[in-house]
């Protein structure tokens, strides 16, 4: 542990209001150590899933810099079990030579206490997406090959067309454009249909995220039989000549049973059911496995080899493109401002703001929420204060634990915990002693506009 790492830190900065830290914080390193549930701050997400450490871990320094500021984060020390608060942050440090080396810390980190993850799904679904287009490059598809997607089984939609394309055809590219850009649903059901819920979680399974189950659409409600079945789907050339036919799918493989439960009641059919509603057949993946597999776009040449996905510089040139890009600086799709402002989807550091974003600082993220849980992954950089780290999030916003009756915390809660948690980080950061400045030119994109 480095002392220098647990210096107070001073709220002002660009971002934070003009206020000192508490006068709670540990005064010494000792105390700070005595009073942490994890005594290595070095430990990595590679050593715990080695050493299977699943009890909730809680790193010091994350521990010191949430007391340092009661103001936004008393009620979440008192009850972090209650609203299963998660959090890590990763330290990026660079060499002469600019190769990163990585730094976790954890926050109240559990990855055997389930928490929905929502459209965070999307990251890995759309990745395996890009995969899977190579494994098929014999057929002459690309990401803008029209992909349609046909009505086979019961529940079934199709799709014929886009009206978010140029020429009005669907594909995967504006799909995995859509995901980024506004966390789009249709979106993501046209990629797991167009992979197949076999594959989709295989692949995932292969990439040693042996816990992640990526089981249904979203937004839509079907059976698990239904949700087992995915649509036909053609991909045609431009005079309309099919290049590959995939037929319906059925996903025969029966996952390990899980026993995931969320709330206390919830509503069903109008009428409300007195016992927690039961996930254990809605998706699930860890915070930690969302983590990793962010750093495995970011920096694919410092994730093992087993967790990486098939990808080729453009494929990832393309994801942190559109990771990246506020929907308001997008031409196809079009989006308007003023239903997606700039921050749309960037949760840490800007909560739920609307006003535009400075254009200094990217944010590389996924974001997620559904029945009151809210989650974001991002991997953030500074190009003006040459800084960049990872922060990855996740809070019940259910404080009444009733599932399905619409009252979800997220504004006056979930919302301004990501917000102040990204500023402190942030404002950390910026203070934060560094050997070498990090060249970040490779993450400088040319957007639409």
């Known amino acids: 542990m480095i002392l220098k790492e647990l210096v107070t830190i001073c709220a002002i900065s660009v971002f934070m209001p003009a206020c000192g830290p508490s006068k709670k914080a540990h005064s010494t390193l000792q105390e700070i150590v005595k009073d942490s549930v994890l005594l290595r701050t070095d430990t990595t997400l590679s050593e715990v899933k080695s050493e299977k450490l699943y009890k909730a871990r809680t790193s010091p320094l994350l521990e010191t810099l949430l007391q340092e500021y009661p103001q936004y984060f008393d009620r979440i020390l008192r009850n972090r079990n209650a609203l299963n608060v998660q959090v890590i942050y990763t330290q990026v440090n660079r060499d002469k030579k600019n190769i990163p080396a990585f730094t976790d810390f954890f926050f109240n980190v559990d990855s055997s206490k389930y928490f929905y993850p929502a459209s965070t799904v999307k990251l890995p679904t759309a ?99 239904e949700n087992r079945h995915t649509n036909p789907v053609r991909f045609l050339d431009n005079n309309n000549n099919v290049l590959y036919n995939q037929p319906l799918q059925f996903n025969e493989t029966r996952y390990a049973e899980r026993h995931d439960s969320l709330g206390k009641a919830y509503y069903k059919g109008g009428g409300l059911i007195n016992t927690p509603m039961n996930f254990s057949k809605k998706n699930r993946i860890s915070l930690e496995d969302l983590h990793t597999i962010l750093r495995s776009v970011i920096f694919p040449q410092n994730v093992p080899q087993e967790k990486r996905f098939n990808l080729t510089d453009s494929d990832y040139a393309f994801v942190l493109h559109y990771m990246s890009q506020f929907p308001g600086e997008t031409i196809y799709p079009f989006y308007d401002s003023l239903n997606f402002p700039d921050g749309y989807v960037k949760f840490l550091l800007y909560g739920s703001q609307k006003e535009p974003l400075p254009k200094n600082i990217r944010i590389f993220n996924k974001v997620g929420d559904a029945y009151g849980e809210l989650i974001d992954i991002a991997y953030i950089v500074d190009f003006d204060n040459q800084i960049e780290f990872f922060l990855s999030a996740a809070i019940d916003c259910n404080t009444d634990e009733i599932i399905n009756d619409d009252v979800y915390d997220y504004d006056s809660l979930g919302f301004p915990f990501m917000k102040n948690l990204g500023r402190v980080i942030y404002d950390y950061e910026l203070k934060r002693t560094r050997l070498y400045k990090p060249d970040l030119s490779n993450f400088k994109m040319a957007y639409d506009k």
């Open 127 to 225: 990745l395996l997406a890009l995969q899977r287009l190579h494994e098929l490059e014999n057929t002459g598809i690309t990401k803008s090959t029209t992909m349609v997607t046909e009505n086979g089984y019961s529940g079934q939609a199709s799709t014929f067309n886009d009206p978010k394309t140029p020429d009005g055809r669907p594909n995967i590219e504006s799909y995995i454009k859509k995901i980024f850009l506004v966390s789009d649903n249709d979106a993501f059901n046209r990629l797991y249909e167009f992979l197949g819920q076999k594959y989709l979680n295989e692949e995932l399974h292969k990439k040693a995220y042996e816990d992640a189950q990526i089981v249904h659409r979203l937004d839509i409600f079907l059976s698990e039989d």
